[in-house]
């Protein structure tokens, strides 16, 4: 498989030091007493928000300090392409950053910020698909103060290779589609998705038009969620598996928590979330690699709450707490982008808990806890409800050694799509795909 050229921007290891003299006016409070933030912006990108420590004017930033990462830009080649097109009515690209003394967020819809200074830090990005480069990294002068005593503020930016592979799916996961890899504007063919019913104690609950898989890929399932008497208001026994063209059984995202509408309720509670299974093949049977929890939020939000956690090896089980890697919502509404990035500044981050069945890297024991994943590790674009979603999956290329790897975050990919259809309000009736035959009968 061959990756795309990918470039992570990233603007960190922030910080503000104002001279006593710049002391602003008695009634502004002085940032050393008060939080100060910054605002981020690149040409055809959303803006960004980070909060600047303070540090005392005779104090120098630390050299050699881990890369803290305050805000990242994700470039593709036709966003390198875009951005960095030069016409008579454009100058030249920067990152441009406005610092702000006092608290994010606005008071009576003004903004609650008092701005101290602007700063451009000049962007030339061609060749950044191949090496990394330092924009800039140290002090800058900011404001309006005589020369000598101004706010001084450190920044470090800079671009570093990214490559990342990419996937598709060629339909709603539901409906059991084929997953293409994308590469530039060649689409091939890699996995093939089947989505059925867990065997819940009633054989004809699965779809009618998919073949039951085989036994020894499903036993493990079935020690998964309880048999006491469920509400009615649930939707549950839900699984995608994910093939490879040979067939072969490579991952599969199993729902074991049903999402059940919270009493007096029609949507599921934060305090009550359904969950998913990841699961990757192991000697003839599945292993769990991570949990992902959904609910819906309420509130103005009225989004796609979410949580996924790496599970530990816990000797076949799913008791052992997880690491989380990303807790965030979604817009019920829009659809929205479910992303792993750790940042650079995880030293010692986290890895993959799971072997690999036909890989040749060794996960033992004393990776633990996981010290492989860092950085940008996976994205996936989802539509939101009532809209045909196929999602395209991002995986960073460091993070995938094996078919296997790459088809756990498909899976996931899938899961976190199909909760969004899990978490519609009960209410709203879902597709003929989603529902059990009695359902469909009733």
């Not at 609650?112 to 830090?121: E, I, P």
């Not at 296997?404 to 795909?433: G, N, P, Q, T």
Request: proline share 6%; net charge positive; with cysteine.
């Amino acid at each position: 498989m061959d990756p795309c050229p990918f470039v992570r921007l990233t603007l960190g290891n922030l910080a503000l030091k104002i001279p006593v003299a710049s002391k602003p006016a008695r009634s502004v409070v002085h940032p050393s007493s008060s939080p100060c933030f910054c605002k981020i912006k690149l040409k055809n990108f959303p803006l960004q928000t980070a909060v600047v420590p303070f540090i005392q004017a005779e104090n120098q930033f630390p050299d050699g300090q881990t890369h803290t990462v305050a805000a990242t830009f994700h470039l593709s080649k036709s966003d390198l392409d875009r951005i960095s097109g030069k016409t008579i009515f454009s100058g030249r690209l920067c990152l441009r950053i406005a610092i702000y003394t006092g608290r994010m967020g606005t008071t009576c819809g003004v903004n609650s910020g008092r701005l101290l200074g602007k700063v451009s830090v000049p962007l030339e990005l061609s060749g950044t698909e191949s090496k990394s480069t330092i924009f800039h990294n140290g002090w800058i002068s900011v404001g309006k103060e005589a020369k000598g005593s101004s706010a001084q503020f450190h920044l470090n930016v800079r671009a570093e290779p990214d490559p990342r592979f990419v996937f598709q799916f060629d339909g709603e996961p539901e409906c059991s589609p084929q997953v293409f890899q994308i590469q530039g504007n060649i689409r091939q063919p890699v996995f093939t998705c089947k989505f059925s019913f867990r065997n819940t104690g009633d054989r004809n609950q699965r779809s009618r038009s998919l073949q039951s898989e085989p036994s020894s890929s499903r036993s493990w399932l079935g020690s998964f969620g309880s048999e006491r008497e469920r509400p009615i208001k649930e939707r549950k026994g839900w699984s995608i598996t994910v093939h490879d063209l040979s067939g072969s059984p490579v991952a599969a995202a199993s729902m074991v928590t049903p999402f059940v509408a919270s009493p007096g309720s029609d949507r599921v509670s934060r305090s009550n979330p359904g969950s998913w299974l990841i699961l990757r093949p192991a000697e003839g049977t599945w292993k769990p690699w991570g949990r992902l929890e959904a609910w819906r939020e309420r509130g103005g939000s009225d989004g796609l709450g979410y949580r996924f956690e790496l599970v530990p090896d816990a000797g076949g089980g799913v008791s052992a707490a997880g690491i989380v890697l990303s807790e965030s919502t979604l817009s019920s509404h829009k659809g929205g982008k479910f992303v792993i990035d750790l940042g650079s500044s995880r030293a010692g981050g986290l890895g993959s808990p799971a072997c690999s069945p036909r890989s040749s890297g060794d996960f033992g024991y004393g990776l633990w806890p996981y010290s492989a994943y860092r950085g940008f590790v996976m994205s996936a674009r989802v539509e939101g409800e009532g809209r045909c979603s196929k999602p395209a999956v991002e995986v960073s290329v460091q993070h995938v050694g094996c078919t296997e790897d790459a088809a756990a975050f498909v899976a996931l990919a899938a899961a976190i799509d199909l909760s969004m259809d899990a978490c519609r309000l009960f209410s709203h009736r879902l597709r003929k795909e989603l529902c059990h035959q009695q359902d469909l009968l009733g």
